[in-house]
Structure formats: C-alpha cells, structure tokens
Nanobody, 124 residues
Framework: QVQLVESGGGLVQAGGSLRLSCAAS????????VGWFRQAPGKEREFVAA????????YYSGSVKGRFTLSRDNAKNTVSLQMNSLKPEDTAVYCC?????????????????WGQGTQVTVSS
C-alpha cells in the first residue's frame, strides 16, 4: 500500500509561483510513476503532468507546459511540481497519483494510489 500526501498549496496572485510536493510512504518509491491532476469547481479532473518511475522523463499538458516543472527525489520519496507564471485558470484542487509501472502514465484511471489534494487559488 502507498500513501500520498500533498502539500504546498495556497493563495497566490497571478504571475506568482507555488511549489507543490507529493510525499509517498510505503513500498519502493523509485518504482512509482507519479502524476498530478487538478479539478476546478464544476469541471472534470484533468491531467497536469507526469513523471516516469526511476527516471527524470516528464510529460505536461499543453496548458501548463513551459510554466510547470515536475521533478522527483527518490532519496526523499518526494515528487515536486514547481508552478510558475500562475494564471487564475490554474485555480483548482491539485492531487498527486501513483502507480507501480515502468511507463509514463497520463490517464487517471491507470493510477492506483491518490492523495487527498491541496487547494491552489490564483487571484487576478
């Protein structure tokens, strides 16, 4: 079993930055592919970014590419999402998810483990 805990959300003005973290406990962290998803009020959950297990290979949605950077620290069992140039449309609850696989996972239904989420609010 894997437990995921997100942190780092908050309120920021447009153009500002936040850094979200996803801390994992349980089994071998390096074997986990990790993704971030977000859900705004009244909208469906959408993919944000993903990182492969045991790798620095990442993939981003078009709406955040160039502004968000995903990284992992296997020694600390943590994945971080650096969010720059934030926009009001980035406002949402951000959740990290994980699954044991060697691939890159961008579909939410393929993830086995989910965190509770952290609120990000960007004011205009």
């Amino acid at each position: 079993q894997v437990q995921l805990v997100e942190s780092g959300g908050g309120l920021v003005q447009a153009g500002g930055s936040l850094r979200l973290s996803c801390a994992a406990s349980g089994r071998t962290f390096s074997g986990l592919a990790v993704g971030w998803f977000r859900q705004a009020p009244g909208k469906e959950r959408e993919f944000v970014a993903a990182i492969r297990s045991s790798s620095t290979f990442t993939y981003y949605s078009g709406s955040v590419k160039g502004r968000f950077t995903l990284s992992r620290d296997n020694a600390k069992n943590t994945v971080s999402l650096q969010m720059n140039s934030l926009k009001p449309e980035d406002t949402a609850v951000y959740c990290c998810a994980a699954v044991y696989t060697t691939g890159l996972v961008i579909t939410q239904y393929e993830y086995d483990y989910w965190g509770q989420g952290t609120q990000v609010t960007v004011s205009s």
